[in-house]
Nanobody, 124 residues
Framework: QVQLVESGGGSVQAGGSLRLSCAVFGYTYSSLCMAWFRQAPGKEREGVAA???????SYADSVRGRFTISQDNAKNTLYLQMNSLKPEDTAMYYC??????????????????WGQGTQVTVSS
C-alpha cells in the first residue's frame, strides 16, 4: 500500500524556521521523483521544491534561497528545510511522489502519490 506521511508543520513567526519530513511507504523510493507542493486558502496549488532520482533539485522562485529539499534514501524520507519564513508561506504543504525530473515538479505527482498534508502558519 502506497502511503506518504508528512510531519513537522506548525506555527512560527516571520523569520523563523521549520523542517518538514515525509516518510514514504510502498514505493521503490530511490527511483522516485519527490516534491513538495503547497496550497493556501483561495489559491491554486503550487510546486515548491522537487528532487529527482539523481539528486537534482528545483525550486519555485518564491522560495529559492530560503528552502532546501533533501532526502535520505536509506530511510525513505524526504525533507524540506524552510528558513526565513514569510507570512505568504502560510499554506498546507503536501509531500508528493511522481515521475520525471525535478524541473517539472515530478509531473505533478502520481494520482495516489500525495500525502495528507501538514499545515504551516507564519505570523507577521
Amino acid at each position: 500500500q502506497v502511503q506518504l506521511v508528512e510531519s513537522g508543520g506548525g506555527s512560527v513567526q516571520a523569520g523563523g524556521s521549520l523542517r518538514l519530513s515525509c516518510a514514504v511507504f510502498g514505493y521503490t523510493y530511490s527511483s522516485l521523483c519527490m516534491a513538495w507542493f503547497r496550497q493556501a486558502p483561495g489559491k491554486e496549488r503550487e510546486g515548491v521544491a522537487a528532487i529527482d532520482s539523481d539528486g537534482s533539485a528545483s525550486y519555485a522562485d518564491s522560495v529559492r534561497g530560503r528552502f532546501t529539499i533533501s532526502q535520505d534514501n536509506a530511510k525513505n524520507t524526504l525533507y524540506l528545510q524552510m528558513n526565513s519564513l514569510k507570512p505568504e508561506d502560510t499554506a498546507m504543504y503536501y509531500c508528493v511522489a511522481g515521475w520525471g525530473v525535478a524541473v517539472t515538479f515530478c509531473g505533478g505527482g502520481y494520482s495516489d502519490g500525495w500525502g495528507q498534508g501538514t499545515q504551516v502558519t507564519v505570523s507577521s
